[in-house]
Every structure is written in C-alpha cells, then in structure tokens.
C-alpha cells in the first residue's frame, strides 16, 4: 500500500513566494488531493489543483487503463478545481467511478455535465 500527498493546502493554492522566505516545496502548494494504492485499488480523494501533479505522476508512471474510485468529499472549488487538469480523465481507457455526498437535488446531473 503506498499513500501520496499532492495537495495539502487549504481553500486557496499557495506557490512558493521565495523572496518572502516562504518554501511549499517541503510541504505542497496545492489544495487537496490524496492518492492510495492497494494492491489492484486506485484511490483519489478530492480534485483540488493537486490532481494535477497527480495526473502527472500517473502518467510517467504509466498508470493506465485503469479503474480510479474518485471520492469527493464536497464540491467547494478547493476540492474540485483540478479536475479539468487531470490528464487521465481524458484519456478513454481509464474509468472512473465517482462517489460523493449529493446534496440536493440536480448536482450529480451538474457535475456529471462539467466532468464529460
């Protein structure tokens, strides 16, 4: 089992701001996105600007044609704005099953929408 980290960070990204003495590379940047690897299991927690680096990774590593279970965990933009940067989302053979709270009524048809 091997856990990521790829974003971290609260409701905004925070890039590094060197002339202030301020570094993310120790820690992250970007807003949260978590990836756990068990055995034949593929885990992405939230999409924030973190699932882009994810998607990166994915891809040098040559993680394809693979089944992802998605979970997020709301919808504010902190947790979702990486999804339209995430490489393996276009990519045909890779499918994704998506789970999350649904709290009214018209969200699951809205985020399906955005994301196809």
Do not use: W
């Amino acid at each position: 089992m091997k856990f990521y980290c790829f974003g971290p960070r609260g409701s905004l990204p925070s890039p590094s701001l060197k002339k202030q003495n301020f570094f993310t590379d120790e820690f992250g940047g970007n807003t949260t996105c978590y990836y756990l690897q068990a055995g034949g299991f593929h885990l992405i927690f939230d999409m924030g600007s973190g699932a882009k680096n994810l998607g990166d990774y994915l891809m040098k590593n040559k993680v394809v044609s693979t089944d992802f279970i998605l979970l997020i965990s709301h919808y504010h933009s902190d947790h979702t704005q990486g999804m339209g940067f995430h490489i393996p989302f276009y990519l045909p053979q890779n499918r994704f099953h998506v789970h999350g709270f649904i709290p009214v009524e018209g969200v699951k048809e809205s985020l399906k929408t955005c994301v196809e």
